[in-house]
């Protein structure tokens, strides 16, 4: 389909549990995160150009990708670092172009925890956060996952302020109620988003 909404929000704010909600409603889904972990998968350029780079030390057993040793090398390392993202971006770019490209719901949803962070929100039409308060983003976080509520905090504050996200955002999804609250605010914005992508 040719007509993209952009949903994004900070780690645990639901957009796994709204995404879902519009996959029900027929919607195709496009998972950044996905799109970034399949370009390295074994087999592939990106992971062939990436072995020629650092070497064999930076695979697994298996021969797939070690992230922690790669993520060790880049962390002191901002030349490599730039490197890195200079040959997996475009990869990255050109998969998700592909992937939502070859849909064919009436729109497409592309989700992205760092839609705003990495540009992506130029590929949209529209954008759609889920938004949560930092105090519930830790609890529902710590409560799914085995993280510390410091593991948390970083990662918080290594994304974009939920300011300036609200301030970005075309469409915004308030989370902090029940989640059986959700399903008709999605209803609500598919509505709208089949009439937008006609009228595209
Ligand atoms: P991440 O970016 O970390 O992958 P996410 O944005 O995809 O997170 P979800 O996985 O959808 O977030 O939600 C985080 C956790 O909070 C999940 O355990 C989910 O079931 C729960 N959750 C989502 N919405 C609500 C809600 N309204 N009330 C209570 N719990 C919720």
């Known amino acids: 389909s040719k007509y993209l909404i ?8 639901g957009k796994t549990t709204v995404a879902n909600l519009f996959a029900e409603l027929g919607i195709e ?4 995160d996905i799109v970034a972990r399949d ?3 074994i087999g592939t350029s990106g992971l062939n150009q990436i072995v020629d780079h650092f070497g064999r030390q930076i695979l697994n057993q298996d021969a797939s990708l070690d992230r922690s ?3 060790e090398i880049i962390f002191n390392q901002p030349k490599e670092r730039s490197w890195l993202n200079n040959l997996l971006h475009p990869i990255i770019r050109t998969e998700m172009l592909n992937q939502l490209a070859a849909s064919s719901s009436p729109y497409t949803i592309l989700v992205a925890p760092l839609l705003f962070e ?12 889920i938004d949560i308060s930092p105090e519930q983003q830790r609890k529902r976080t710590v409560n799914r996952d085995s993280v510390t509520n410091e593991q948390v905090e970083k990662i918080i504050s290594s994304q974009a302020p939920r300011a300036e996200k609200l301030l970005k955002a075309d469409d915004v999804i308030d989370n902090h109620g029940e989640i059986s609250a959700l399903k008709s605010k999605v209803i609500a914005l598919h509505n709208n988003y089949l009439k937008l992508s006609n009228n595209a």
Not at 29 to 32: F, R, Y
Request: no cysteine; hydrophobic share 45%.
């Open 6 to 13: 952009g949903l994004t929000g900070g780690i645990g704010s």
């Open 29 to 32: 889904l496009v998972d950044a």
């Open 39 to 41: 370009v390295v998968e």
């Open 69 to 71: 040793a790669l993520r």
């Open 118 to 129: 990495n540009e992506l929100d130029r590929l949209v039409d529209r954008t759609l956060l």
